[in-house]
């Protein structure tokens, strides 16, 4: 029957072109299909593949070209070949197709004498079987062959029409609207096996499950050939594609998503997993742990949104127009105060305008996406919040406007276990029990309570290796990179501070790299403080976000913070200066980090019944106290002397030779500039006599200097502030003038300086 019309001369002659022209073997495939393949010899699969259907119902030749430097033009038949093909379908005698009836004694031997996991039976949406499909191992390949009834015979090609997928028929018997769409019917079957049994141990159970799974033939270059449009009649409104671990696969993914009716999701495993992988093959070993515990990606990790963007329509001027499909349009919010675009459901996923159409492109027939999404009315909101703890259902209305929180959780779970290596390193790491047991408030607080917004943490200690870094990393993995960043001390000295924006906690490793402290405590004092922060990110207009952020900061140096008694912002602990064997060390981030310890600190954590309050203030700790000594530069340590030798004393200095004398006449940095020195001065009860500095309205003394009366900027302690303040404006030139002096020049008779 398959010779019938393949032997057809009209057809044979079209066929023998192609071969002659384009160096090609073009082989009759099927009822009605002629196939030409490349494969790669060395990993064995197919590279390249040209499709040519012929459309028993309407004559139509369809071309299908897959593969560099093939196009579907170049094998298309000529206007002449096309009219007499188009003849020699209609002429043609085609079969009807049968169901296939299971229980027949007929059935092929390659079916009846098949394993039950290499073969598999296809059913409409009713239940009826309309084709059987066979795996053999031929030459170390797998050989996929199908089985169809037609005339009351079984033949082994693939049906006349488009191809039915396996497990159809469970969308109805499930009752389900969700589906996921494997590559062949072996991953479907495998992954409808792990989704219906309860008992399962699977990591990615519960995701599978209440869903049918259903798989395309043909490999991942004959999507076309597939009816995905049964989904649309079956009302599937969600489809979940899971391609084979490959190029082919990936890109087979998102053909389907084109033709796929609905929202649609695409799971992509990534690298981790073997090449080629699917749900017919194990989860890799490497991925769980020695207690047989998954420690992979969890399945929401691996879920990227690919719904088809546009569709296609003509307007009223008989013009073709792309307008955007609803369910695509229902998974975006334009935030016009931001003029960003970001995703409803993963809204980390947060794209300037030019950002979103290449983020989309390959999921859209327009290079404007963002344009088309701007005009529909319930994909625009005013602007997106950073809410962490509260519920995220959709936009909500204040003071009017439409608001979007981004916050989601991090996807990690807790965990019971034994938490005992845990309560051992902190133990070991924090000896002084106060700071212990303050510093796990504060961090059972940071990773289960995330609506709380507390104080920052700063942990130093003089040794190296004793481990911080260890505590900021569990941070790090718990909170999630979506609520946490690692940044270093230098991005504080950058016009860019986007490292604040939509994070719960920024984590320093090493806070402290020399130098003055006063920058560095300056510069995080209004993310510490303020509950709006300015945010200043590349390419993005500046705006003004809710802050929500804290600190964890590590250093080896007590100099980290210029802190003094009055501070509210900071918790202070000191970790040992004894180090842990190497050993212990492995035996400890083993646990963390290659097995379930972070899980079961986050269970501990949860079961926490002490968390901090908003608005408590951090316990002054004894190494708080130590910072508030030990942590200013040099600089500050000489003006703190400064400061004590002459506080009682009526003299001035002029600014100039102040700042020199403080820095030993060396150039510093910004931090230590002499508007900041006077700053610090002034901090202590000094004043300032400057034009930029209003204590005084800017009042500048006079002096006489080379036969000439000056202005002099300078700065006076507070016994002669104090005396001018019961003077005249008009006295306070003669005043300052007689105490003027240098620093560097003793100017009491006391102890030099």
């Not at 390249?48 to 430097?69: C, L, N, P, W």
């Not at 960043?485 to 402290?512: C, G, M, P």
């Not at 009682?648 to 403080?662: D, G, H, R, Y």
């Not at 006449?665 to 002499?674: A, I, L, T």
Request: some cysteine.
């Amino acid at each position: 029957m398959t010779e019938e019309i393949f032997n057809n001369s009209t057809i044979e002659a079209y066929r023998q072109r192609l071969n002659d022209q384009n160096k090609a073997d073009f082989q009759p495939q099927g009822l009605n299909r002629l196939v030409w393949k490349e494969r790669d010899p060395e990993n064995r699969y197919d590279i390249s593949q040209v499709s040519i259907k012929f459309d028993h119902r309407t004559g139509e030749v369809k071309v299908r070209a897959e593969g560099e430097g093939l196009f579907a033009k170049d094998f298309e038949p000529t206007e002449a070949e096309a009219e007499a093909i188009k003849q020699a379908i209609a002429a043609h005698p085609w079969p009807v197709q049968e169901h296939i009836d299971l229980s027949d004694p007929k059935l092929p031997d390659l079916w009846q004498l098949a394993d039950d996991s290499c073969r598999w039976a296809f059913h409409d949406a009713d239940g009826h079987v309309v084709m059987l499909q066979v795996r053999k191992d031929e030459n170390g390949e797998k050989v996929y062959i199908p089985i169809t009834r037609y005339g009351g015979e079984y033949l082994f090609q693939p049906p006349l029409g488009e191809n039915p997928l396996y497990n159809l028929h469970l969308i109805k018997k499930l009752k389900v609207s969700t589906v996921f769409i494997h590559e062949g019917g072996a991953a479907a079957a495998a992954a409808q096996k792990i989704a219906d049994d309860a008992r399962s141990q699977h990591p990615w159970r519960a995701e599978l499950a209440h869903a049918a799974h259903l798989g395309f033939i043909g490999g991942a270059y004959a999507t076309d050939e597939s009816d995905f449009d049964a989904l649309k009649r079956l009302g599937v409104t969600t489809v979940y594609v899971v391609p084979d671990n490959d190029t082919a696969g990936r890109n087979a993914g998102q053909k389907i998503a084109r033709k796929l009716g609905g929202t649609v999701y695409t799971v992509l495993v990534g690298s981790d997993f073997p090449t080629g992988w699917d749900f017919a093959d194990e989860m890799p070993g490497h991925l769980f742990n020695r207690n047989g515990l998954w420690t992979g990606p969890t399945f929401a990790s691996c879920v990227f949104p690919t719904t088809w963007a546009t569709y296609q329509y003509v307007d009223d001027n008989g013009k073709n127009r792309w307008g955007l499909r609803r369910e695509f349009a229902a998974q975006w919010y334009w935030v016009n105060d931001e003029a960003m675009v970001v995703h409803r459901q993963f809204p980390h996923i947060y794209k300037t305008e030019k950002g979103f159409n290449d983020y989309i492109a390959a999921y859209s027939d327009v290079p404007d996406t963002a344009d088309r999404l701007k005009k529909i009315a319930d994909s625009n909101i005013d602007a997106t919040v950073y809410r962490p703890g509260e519920k995220c259902d959709g936009f909500k209305t204040e003071g009017g406007r439409r608001v979007f929180n981004v916050y989601r959780e991090h996807d990690f779970p807790a965990m019971d276990g034994d938490a005992s290596l845990w309560l051992e390193f902190i133990d070991y790491l924090l000896p002084d029990p106060k700071e212990r047991q303050a510093f796990l408030r504060w961090f059972y607080t940071m990773i289960a309570s995330p609506a709380t917004r507390t104080y920052s943490c700063l942990m130093f200690s003089e040794a190296q290796g004793s481990g911080k870094t260890t505590v900021s990393d569990i941070l790090y993995r718990i909170i999630g990179p979506r609520n946490a960043t690692i940044a270093n001390s230098k991005s504080l000295d950058s016009q860019f501070n986007s490292h604040w924006e939509n994070k719960r906690l920024v984590i320093f490793q090493e806070l402290y790299e020399g130098g003055s402290n006063f920058r560095t405590t300056n510069a995080l004092k209004t993310v510490l403080t303020d509950d709006y922060i300015r945010i200043n990110a590349k390419y993005r207009q500046e705006r003004t976000v809710e802050n929500h952020t804290h600190i964890f900061a590590a250093s080896n140096s007590a100099h980290a913070l210029d802190l003094d008694d009055g501070d509210r912002r900071w918790l202070v602990v000191q970790a040992t200066n004894e180090i842990w064997p190497q050993e212990k060390f492995r035996t400890l981030r083993e646990w963390l980090f290659d097995d379930i310890g972070c899980n079961i600190i986050l269970g501990l954590a949860r079961k926490f019944d002490d968390y901090l309050q908003r608005g408590e203030h951090p316990p002054v700790t004894a190494a708080k106290n130590v910072t508030i000594w030990r942590t200013e530069s040099d600089i500050v340590l000489d003006i703190e002397a400064l400061h004590e030798r002459f506080e009682n004393v009526e003299v001035a200095f002029e600014t100039k030779a102040f700042q020199s004398f403080i820095t030993g006449n060396q150039k510093v940095q910004k931090s230590d500039s002499m508007q900041v020195n006077c700053q610090r001065m002034k901090k202590r009860g000094w004043g300032i006599l400057t034009q930029r500095d209003d204590e005084f309205g800017g009042f500048r003394p006079t002096v006489k200097r080379n036969g000439s009366n000056q202005k002099v900027a300078c700065i006076v302690s507070p016994a002669l502030k104090s005396k001018m303040r019961e003077e005249h404006k008009d006295k306070w030139s003669d005043m300052i003038g007689k105490c003027l002096a240098n620093p560097a020049d003793d100017p009491v008779s006391e102890q030099p300086f």
